[in-house]
């Protein structure tokens, strides 16, 4: 099940994130979050009328979450998004990436965004095959942007319009 995020999930959003953030090229971040501040995101996301969403699985488990934004600040980008969809590892490949993704979809729509950004790290190729799954189209890569863990990583930015 899809649902909003609240306050009380940012716990297990951290379980979920900072491993990502610590082990992995996905993001180029290296800096964990506390819950703290993702119930403060969640609140910021959803008083500017933003997603955050959380997926329940079994017994009611968080097994991932998504939000999204507007892309580049100012009125002129104010219908173009991005987002951000991070799952735990159980959960993988069993369609919550998926279901996640549709429902950001669907809430930036509503809110008459044109088009959605996925930025990913050439660290992460089967974010990007997932991406392509889904209809995103890759429109540039950003050389040599990222850094972590010693090493220098593209950023393949992929849109959809929706």
Known sequence: MIRDARAEDAPAIAAIWNPVIRETAITFNSVEKNPEEIAALIAARQAEGLGFFVAEGAGGAIAGFATYFQFRAGVGYAHSMEHTVILAP??????????????????ATARGAHCIFAGVSSGNPAGRAFH?????????????????FGLWFDLHLMQKFL
């Open 90 to 107: 159980e959960a993988r490949g069993r369609g919550v990436g998926r279901s996640l993704m549709a429902h950001v979809e669907a809430h």
């Open 132 to 148: 392509a799954r889904l209809g995103y189209v890759e429109v540039a890569v950003l050389r040599e942007v990222g850094f972590k």
